[in-house]
Every structure is written in C-alpha cells, then in structure tokens.
C-alpha cells in the first residue's frame, strides 16, 4: 500500500506556472505507475499525465501536451508536474494517483490517491 500527498497548488494569473509535487510513502514507489488526474466542478475525473515506473514513459492528455510535464525521483518518493503556460481551463483540483499494473499508461485507473490540491488559474 502507498499513501499520497499532494503539494503546490494555488492561485495564479493565466500564462503563469506551478509545479505541483506528490510525495509517496513505502519502499516499493519505483514499482508504481504514477499519474496525475485533475476534476474541474461539475466535471468527471480525467487523467492528465502518467509516467511509468522508470520513468522513461510519459502519458499526456491533449489538452495539456506541450505545456505540462510529468517526472519523478524514486530516490526521494516523489512525483511532479511542471505547469507552464496555464490556462483557466486548468482551473481543478489535482490529485497523484498511483497504480501497479501491466496496463498501457495512458489506461491508469489509479489504485491510490492523494486528498487533492486546488489550482485556479485567473483569467
């Protein structure tokens, strides 16, 4: 079992960047696909970024190609995702996701999940 906690979330005006980090618990991190999901109000949760345990495979939705980056350190149990460009529409609360599977990336359904960080991104 793995417990997530999110950090780095916030206000921040359109254009602007955060970087969001999720530190994980336990010794067996390496051997998790990680992930990012986000859910704006009224909308479903949908996964916007998924690394694999090595990290030499990296998953990004549509929407955010280009502009975000997924990475993370198994030395210090943490995952990241570098904000650039952001946009209201980014507007949602995150939440780090983590899932031990066989499953192609961009599938992850998350197995763990941290309590969420808010991002707002003003227009």
């Known amino acids: 079992q793995v417990q997530l906690v999110e950090f780095g979330g916030g206000l921040v005006q359109a254009g602007g960047s955060l970087r969001l980090s999720c530190a994980a618990s336990?010794?067996?991190?390496?051997?998790?696909?990680m992930g990012w999901f986000r859910q704006a109000p009224g909308k479903e949760r949908d996964l916007v970024a998924a690394?694999?345990?090595?990290?030499?495979?990296?998953y990004y939705a549509d929407s955010v190609k280009g502009r975000f980056t997924i990475s993370r350190d198994n030395a210090k149990n943490t995952v990241y995702l570098q904000m650039n460009s952001l946009k209201p529409e980014d507007t949602a609360v995150y939440y780090c996701?983590?899932?031990?599977?066989?499953?192609?990336?961009?599938?992850?359904?998350?197995?763990?999940w941290g309590q969420g960080t808010q991002v707002t991104v003003s227009s």
């Open positions: 996701a983590a899932e031990r599977s066989l499953k192609p990336i961009a599938t992850m359904t998350g197995d763990y």
């Open positions: 336990g010794r067996t991190f390496s051997t998790y696909t």
């Open positions: 690394i694999s345990w090595s990290g030499r495979i990296t």
